[in-house]
């Protein structure tokens, strides 16, 4: 089992930055890939960003390409995602979530029905 609590929203200017993090218990982080996912008002949750279990790998939508980092720390159980050059469209809910391999070794990184565990999301009001 695996928890997750996420921190670091708030209301911002457009062209501002945030840094959202997210704490994770257990004892086995470092197995899951982990993610960042947001909902607007109105609209569908969707992917923004994810990293392998080691870190060495990145995805990210292309909206956000460019403008966020996502990074973690093992030692910390700890995912980040630094948000910079925000617009007014970032505005959303933002949701860290935990991925572990499927029976074969494979993560999918980008699909919400992917994810094994969600946090219940911090709120990043972006204005213009």
């Known amino acids: 089992q695996v928890q997750l609590v996420e921190s670091g929203g708030g209301l911002v200017q457009a062209g501002g930055s945030l840094r959202l993090s997210c704490a994770a218990s257990?004892?086995?982080?470092?197995?899951?890939?982990m993610g960042w996912f947001r909902q607007a008002p109105g609209k569908e949750r969707e992917f923004v960003a994810a990293?392998?279990?080691?870190?060495?790998?990145?995805y990210y939508a292309d909206s956000v390409k460019g403008r966020f980092t996502i990074s973690r720390d093992n030692a910390k159980n700890t995912v980040y995602l630094q948000m910079n050059s925000l617009k007014p469209e970032d505005t959303a809910v933002y949701y860290c979530?935990?991925?572990?391999?499927?029976?074969?070794?494979?993560?999918?990184?980008?699909?919400?029905?992917?994810?094994?565990?969600w946090g219940k999301g911090t709120l990043v009001t972006v204005s213009s």
């Open positions: 979530a935990a991925e572990a391999p499927d029976y074969s070794g494979r993560y999918y990184y980008t699909s919400l029905d992917a994810m094994d565990y």
């Open positions: 257990g004892r086995t982080f470092s197995r899951y890939a």
């Open positions: 990293i392998s279990w080691s870190g060495g790998s990145t």
